[in-house]
């Protein structure tokens, strides 16, 4: 059965918002120097068209067919294939990188320890894992939600395969340990609604 998923609604500050997750991750990936990049959850193939135009072998996988539908549209140069971190890596041939990046991806997965386990399977010996995810570690974060009454429409209850896990970085940390990686450094990423205010988080791990 594939992983169910649909995409959120988009509206002209969450685009905004994507956008600097986007110039984030990008970033966070060059500053790593990969010849080579696997990306899980590639959605409509934005990362990956920037990261291919700097020379990287890019290779994208996504289960929802919207999204790969757009990047092909959009990137017929990019290499984006159907699949997620439940498939199993010796049927998808894809081989070993660099580096492996996702973004907004962990959050929605059942089994986090399995997601690791795929990331751990595309990566060469010296390879690194760069991921982003929200950060509900953050106090002020929390207090800005409860205070606004805003954890029902936040966690969005009726998105179908919407966000599932809630890390903070504690937690994200001990999964990474558990999975056989050393996490090197963070990112922060400032809320679009409130700047000053951490929303989201990033890390770029070896594996040990």
């Given at each position: 059965m594939d992983p169910i998923y649909s995409q959120p609604p988009r509206n002209a500050l969450t685009l905004k918002h994507a956008a600097k997750i986007h110039r984030t991750m990008v970033k966070l990936v060059l500053d790593q120097r990969p010849r080579s990049v696997l990306e899980v959850g590639c959605g409509a193939?934005?990362?990956?068209?920037i990261l291919s135009d700097h020379g990287i072998r890019y290779v994208g996988i996504d289960?929802?067919?919207e999204s790969l539908s757009q990047a092909?549209?959009?990137f017929p140069h990019l290499d984006v294939r159907k699949g997620s971190c439940y498939d199993d890596p010796a049927l998808l041939?894809?081989?070993?990188f660099d580096l492996v990046c996702s973004n907004?991806?962990?959050e929605h997965v059942y089994e986090p320890r399995k997601f690791m386990t795929f990331v751990r399977a595309h990566l060469t010996k010296e390879g690194r894992f760069v991921c982003g995810t929200p950060d509900y570690g953050n106090y002020t974060?929390?207090?800005?939600?409860?205070?606004?009454d805003r954890w029902d429409h936040h966690h969005n209850p009726l998105w179908d395969g919407g966000h599932i896990k809630f890390f903070s970085r504690q937690t994200l940390a001990?999964?990474?340990?558990?999975?056989?990686?050393?996490?090197d450094h963070w990112k922060s990423l400032g809320s679009s609604h409130v700047p000053i205010m951490r929303s989201g988080m990033f890390?770029?791990?070896?594996l040990k």
């Open positions: 193939g934005i990362v990956g068209s289960p929802d067919d092909k549209e959009h041939h894809l081989g070993t907004d991806v962990i974060h929390n207090l800005v939600l409860s205070i606004f001990q999964l990474f340990d558990e999975c056989g990686f050393k996490i890390c770029v791990a070896l």
